[in-house]
């Protein structure tokens, strides 16, 4: 797993950990629906435990900061009474981009020069 590769960071104020996806082949196999509930039936516990193996060796554990497609993190860091910060993967324009396509304003593929307002 890709995750297995990253170095966690740390200074004296943060520390960066990653979890596993729940993929331990090196090359995944099946659809992306497949490895997406796999992914999230895996990931959550598998963050939870982190936290509470920190909790357990007195690590101060303030914020989990989580992707926000991950609406999971949020729940998580309710049950431990932590500050949950979700980053954004995307800028807001692709994400206007999708609404955009989803009212029909857009379609794709963009065959011609087209041109769309921001309201």
């Not at 090359?27 to 936290?51: E, V």
């Not at 431990?80 to 206007?96: H, M």
Request: glycine share 6%.
């Amino acid at each position: 797993s890709f995750a297995t590769k990253i170095t966690p960071f740390s200074s004296n104020s943060t520390t960066i950990e990653t979890i596993l996806d729940g993929v331990f082949e090196t090359t995944p196999t099946g659809t992306i629906d497949a490895y997406m509930k796999r992914f999230n039936d895996f990931a959550p516990h598998r963050l939870t435990q982190l936290i509470e193996e920190k909790l357990i060796l007195k690590d101060c554990v303030r914020c989990l900061v989580y992707d926000s497609v991950l609406p999971w993190g949020h729940d998580i860091a309710r049950k431990f009474g932590i500050y949950g910060a979700p980053y954004f993967t995307q800028s807001c324009l692709v994400n206007l981009m999708y609404y955009q396509v989803h009212h029909g304003v857009l379609s794709a593929p963009i065959e011609e020069e087209t041109s769309f307002g921001v309201d």
